[in-house]
């Protein structure tokens, strides 16, 4: 996939809901960027807040009437959290299983106790990735933090060397695979299939995460080279429980929805049949709605029952798994309503029209939009949906694999350069101990490389695809 195909996409645009030209449009989305851009920044508005307001400014600036941009924002709100909001939701009941009936700290202790020397960042790497998974990436650090300290104090280990591998495991997670709120975004915008994406994420997670971590370890621990701050070891999740689940169950109920829609992308690659009996059934097992929901089931036998836990216990872990996501789902509700908005008022036959004759691939474009976006919220989720909302013209007429691939450019262009406005900044900051000069060297271009590292993998596979 090289340049977008301008003519064929410009046949199908929507019908926009003003008459604006592209300067007046072109103005209208730097106004609308600006707004969220300055609400999340300088005032520290809540990113739920600051789309809807940006949304109706941007309404404004194109000259859309008040009631269709409403209209416009509340059909995009509505359309994102019910294609997304229930994969959310599971995501973080799995998540929260995996944590308070120690499985993660299985996991952790179990391929710890099989590594040492060189192999400790490798291994740091596997646990973050394979933790990653279900779990957002806030939560993931507050999970691994106590490890990667621990790992660091006890082994005498370079803080550096092994927070990294596990900090980038966690990142590109976050960035590139599903079922994580910005890549689940992207993919419902750009109708993408969830399957494929999975695993060409997959493709282009492993490279990434192996160059951006253990391999940039070895000279993050040159440059930043600090001990394991003591006040910030805190209590494992596991301490007060009298049993935890087995590793090898634990992993499997983990990798259980990652495999189930694999084998279903696999499945409509191979036998690409929809009256095939095995495609209907791989076709149902592998829905991320079915195989989110599988993995949680049995992981409330897996995990929970595993741990001790009564259905009293169980009921209450699932019910506080889901009070943390609320403003998460709203953020990506509005994102929704923001990108649809985008779409409705005619930005998507903008870019068309500016790109006729640019010879810019279309992948590197969505990557360039949501680096910007990234280095001007902070926010990797609110950089992946607006971009999608962007460019999603370009995903009409693309094959399953260029859509996904579309997705995986922006999720890359999401994580570049993490530096001031980032809480994910600050997170690393404080529990390393590091300073704001010593977080930029290390966590800061961390990210940057998973980005550049990631759309060149990703470029590099549009070009056998």
Not at 114 to 142: D, H, K, N, Q, T
Request: avoid cysteine; charge should be neutral; proline fraction near 5%.
């Amino acid at each position: 996939m090289t340049s977008l195909s301008v003519e064929m996409l410009a046949a199908d645009a929507v019908e926009p809901i003003t008459s604006a030209g592209n300067a007046q449009l072109g103005i209208a989305v730097l106004a609308g960027i600006a707004v969220i851009v300055l609400l999340i920044t300088k005032f520290k508005l809540h990113a739920f807040l600051a789309l809807t307001i940006g949304s109706l400014g941007l309404g404004a600036f194109a000259g859309a009437p008040l009631a269709a941009t409403i209209g416009s924002f509340t059909t995009g709100l509505g359309n994102t959290v019910a294609g997304v909001g229930v994969l959310i939701a599971l995501g973080a009941i799995l998540g929260k299983l995996l944590a308070d009936s120690g499985g993660a700290d299985q996991i952790v202790d179990t391929i710890l106790a099989r590594a040492g020397g060189r192999a400790m960042p490798w291994a740091m790497v596997l646990i973050a990735s394979v933790i990653g998974l279900p779990l957002f990436f806030e939560v993931g650090i507050v999970l691994l933090i106590p490890v990667v300290l621990l790992v660091a104090k006890r082994g005498n280990y370079s803080l550096m060397r092994i927070g990294v591998p596990a900090l980038a495991g966690l990142s590109v997670m976050h960035g590139l695979i599903p079922p994580h709120p910005g890549p689940l975004v992207a993919i419902d915008a750009l109708g993408a299939n969830l399957g494929i994406t999975l695993a060409l994420g997959v493709l282009v997670a492993i490279p990434t995460v192996i160059i951006a971590g253990p391999l940039f370890a070895r000279y993050a621990a040159r440059w930043v080279d600090i001990p394991a701050p003591e006040n910030m070891i805190p209590a494992r999740p596991s301490e007060d429980l009298e049993k935890r689940p087995g590793f090898g169950a634990t992993v499997a109920t983990v990798l259980l929805p990652v495999v189930l829609m694999l084998v279903k992308a696999l499945v409509d690659i191979v036998v690409d049949d929809p009256a095939n009996g095995l495609q209907k059934v791989t076709d149902v097992i592998g829905s991320p709605l079915i195989a989110l929901l599988a993995a949680v089931i049995v992981g409330l036998f897996t995990l929970g029952r595993a741990a001790g836990f009564s259905r009293q216990r169980l009921s209450t872990t699932v019910e506080k798994s889901l009070a943390p996501i609320a403003g998460v789902l709203m953020i990506v509700g509005a994102g929704g309503g923001f990108k649809q908005t985008l779409i409705d008022v005619g930005v998507g036959q903008m870019i068309l029209d500016f790109s006729k004759d640019w010879s810019i691939p279309a992948l590197l474009l969505a990557w360039l939009i949501a680096v910007a976006i990234r280095l001007a919220t902070g926010s990797a989720t609110v950089a992946t949906i607006s971009a999608a909302g962007l460019v999603a013209p370009l995903a009409e007429g693309m094959s399953a694999s260029e859509s996904a691939l579309l997705v995986l450019a922006i999720g890359a262009g999401s994580l570049f350069f993490s530096h001031v406005n980032d809480a994910g900044f600050w997170l690393v900051k404080e529990y390393f101990g590091m300073n704001v000069g010593q977080t930029i060297k290390t966590w800061s271009v961390m990210e940057t490389i998973i980005s550049v590292v990631g759309i060149v993998f990703v470029l590099l596979l549009s070009l056998v695809l």
